[in-house]
DNA sequence: TATGAATGAGCCTTCATTCAT
DNA sequence: AATGAATGAAGGCTCATTCAT
């Protein structure tokens, strides 16, 4: 039930043996993720990632093969950060209402403190998803989520606390959504409405309205 | 009560007198629309537009200035391109019930209908904002729109069909953010759920889900 | 002995008939003049030479044919008047110290006064002379200058308050130097030794110097 | 009593290290040498200098930062050079009239060897110094020369074999002046006087004229 | 393992020039 | 006589990638 320490590879190199090497790799993934999400991966530069990484421009291409593998690589890491730490939230152990509502803040909180992830998942629908198609496992990945989901729904329904016939699917893409969405879209948002999205009293009220949505729609 | 059709123009150049002008600078700025939609501001290229545009490289420049210039542009010839047609919905006329729901539908098949508006604005986003703020604008521009949810809101309350306490400005997030989430993520999710998301039955049953969110939540 | 009206001419179109046509060819010389001048050849713009003569940039070519030819008109003009100044000057009438000090004054304040004639000139040397040897008349039109100063200095050597033997080609080219080169140079020259050089007193002080040298020079 | 042989450098970018490298930068600037000095800064073509130098148009901006930075170093190179080879001249150790004589014609010599000197001069001019204004040391450079004028000055005045009251400055603008002028404007030259300027024959006049000019000028 | 140097394709932008009215 | 619109070639500069050590 735990998190799985498979680490998602992408990358065609050797895994590195040494400790100093494998360092480096750390630092270039790191660079490569700030980069990658504050620019685009068009606009991202791979000199710049060198850099940030305070590793030669060649370590880039020993470890990843090429910008497109890197970026694969990233965008994997990334999505396998996030689904750890949705499994630890162990929410199956919880009475159906906390459970919703632990998963909606938490999908509210991660975003707004991983904006890069938000971003790498702008990008990578913006190529219409070419490099996660070849990604073997990321389907699988998602599983026990839906599962989770489904499970909390079932027995909301069962114990009568949640309205009957909610697919958990569009259920799932409705909860992310409203977080990701309000993150995403800070910038934008932000000019439009003129108000600050992101202080701590900004998020707590979006996370008190978001909560009050999906809780309110399940109501039976 | 309608915004005036005003076309929010952000171009440094004069407006192109003869009729020819005019046209060759729409067909510059449709293509420039699609390819900076499906490739991003970065990975957009100026010869890619022109040859689209069938018009000379040049003329980009004479009429728009640079890249910069033209994708603000764009944006702005975006933003208040469904802000006009959201102005059309004339969901004041209408009880709050089904003014909600036109907003909520409007939102979603807008949105599925515009995907080029949903990758301008991540790109946006991805650029914090910094092209729009050049914009002078826009601002104006969602004023009346978060106006008319404000009375619809007050009205359902006064009636007794909504709950009170509502946030317009959190529920308007909310309502665009489940549909944009869902064109703008839809390659991901696609991949990641394993279904197909643009299909016109997904789109339907997106649609029912998001009015039973938004409706269900907003029962008293 | 006057200065000749001849109009030195270069461009392939006919002479413009009308007043309205001649006073644009005017506008466009006079901008092209100020263009050339003050960015080289390769750095003006046929554009800026447009804007800055109020006329449309069609006309340039219909008057002038093209860029090359435009320079060429504009150099033979800037000779044509510099002679044409130097020939008012009927230094022939005054005694050989005078007609010296003269032809020596004259030079500096010339250049001093018409830096766009010394950057054409600086100019068409860095093309090693080419559109120059294109045009028929230069070489006339220096003629008589040299015979001028070839009939001072013998008439200063018959008189004895010149020395004899010395050659008109050379002295010329050294009285010119002194004041062309001064004006020319004047930038790096006023960084590299930190004054002013162009100031009211600083091209006095030249002047007298300038006299200094050649007509001490001249002592027998 | 000698000038320090410092390379007076403008370049941003770090000095390479390797030999490789430093064979490539050296190849680099004399190309640019060439084609600045024969084409003029905004006639010049990047494209054409990384082909002369043999080597990647990209390295021209890694080493030098871009087209306007070359330039200044380029130029500042020259006058390093010329300076170098000025100092070398030991003319404090001669006879006043011996001095200056070595004076005049290391002047006129250096010009005839090195017309892109003077192609370098007088499209930094046409800038209007802007470019030389960003290198500091150049007003220093010449210091020691116009020290060194100063004295062989004071020493002929005292000597009784020089007029007394030359101001060094004046005098060494004038020495510069008639070999660059001759130098710089010797197509346009040519073509009014209708002579060779450049043989050996030509050049031997031009110099002994020089000569005569300066030292009959500083007769007593 | 790591690095400095090099490369060629391509990108944004500009220019002199011509077309059509 | 004059003009607005258009064009193709090229120019400065940058990028991802590879070579040689």
Redesign the interface.
């Known amino acids: 039930m735990n998190a799985p320490s498979q680490t998602v590879e992408a990358s065609p190199s050797p895994r590195p043996a040494s400790a100093r090497a494998h360092a480096t790799r750390r630092r270039i993934l790191d660079a490569a993720l700030h980069e990658f999400a504050?620019?685009?991966?068009?606009?991202a530069r791979v000199d710049e990632i060198a850099a940030r990484a305070d590793a030669n421009k060649r370590m880039i291409y020993a470890y990843f093969g090429n910008k497109d593998a890197l970026w694969l690589t990233v965008l994997t890491h990334a999505y396998a950060a996030k689904r750890a730490e949705e499994n630890a939230l162990h929410v199956t152990d919880l009475p159906p209402h906390q459970a919703m509502a632990r998963l909606v803040s938490f999908n509210l909180r991660y975003t707004a403190e991983h904006p890069e992830f938000v971003?790498l998942?702008?990008?990578?629908?913006?190529?219409?998803?070419a490099y996660?198609?070849r990604s073997d496992d990321?389907?699988d990945?998602?599983l026990p989520l839906?599962d989770t989901m489904r499970a909390v729904l079932d027995r909301g329904a069962a114990e009568g606390v949640f309205?009957a016939g909610v697919?958990p699917?569009?259920?799932y893409?409705?909860i992310?959504?409203?977080g990701?969405?309000?993150v995403?879209?800070?910038?934008?948002?932000?000019?439009?409405?003129?108000?600050a999205l992101m202080t701590p009293q900004a998020l707590e009220?979006?996370d008190a309205?978001?909560n009050?949505?999906?809780l309110?729609?399940?109501?039976p």
Request: overall charge positive.
């Open positions: 504050s620019k685009g991966f068009a606009g971003a998942l702008n990008q990578e629908n913006l190529h219409r998803g996660l198609a990321i389907h990945l998602y839906l309205r697919d699917v569009q259920l893409i409705t992310v959504g409203i990701h969405f309000y995403a879209n800070q910038f934008t948002l932000a000019q439009i409405l003129d108000t009220e979006r309205h978001c009050a949505v999906i309110g729609y399940l109501r």
